[in-house]
Nanobody, 115 residues
Framework: QVQLVESGGGLVQTGGSLRLSCAASGSGFTINAMAWYRQAPGKQRELVAIISSGGTTNYAVSVKGRFTISRDNAKNTVYLQMNSLKPEDTAVYSC?????????WGQGTQVTVSS
């Protein structure tokens, strides 16, 4: 069984920065792609950024140039550096990992950007 544990959310002012972390733990698993999704109140969950095991990245248009996804394969950890935060970035951010046979989700961490 794989568990994803997120950390790093919180309250920040417009223009500020936050760094989210998500560590995968367990035994005998393989993680391929890892990603961050977010869901704001009353909105559908959306993909924020995704990174392959080889380091190829993709971003939502709304965060490109402001957010950076990275990963440490040795630690099975993915990061999301969020800069120039805007109130519209306020959401619950969830970590996602695609394994060899199934996918995994973290519990979510709240990010709130005040104006």
């Amino acid at each position: 069984q794989v568990q994803l544990v997120e950390s790093g959310g919180g309250l920040v002012q417009t223009g500020g920065s936050l760094r989210l972390s998500c560590a995968a733990s367990g035994s005998g698993f393989t993680i391929n792609a890892m990603a961050w999704y977010r869901q704001a109140p009353g909105k559908q969950r959306e993909l924020v950024a995704i990174i392959s095991s080889g380091g190829t990245t993709n971003y939502a248009v709304s965060v490109k140039g402001r957010f950076t996804i990275s990963r440490d394969n040795a630690k099975n950890t993915v990061y999301l550096q969020m800069n120039s935060l805007k109130p519209e970035d306020t959401a619950v951010y969830s970590c996602y990992a695609r394994g060899a046979v199934r996918t995994y989700w973290g519990q979510g961490t709240q990010v709130t950007v005040s104006s």
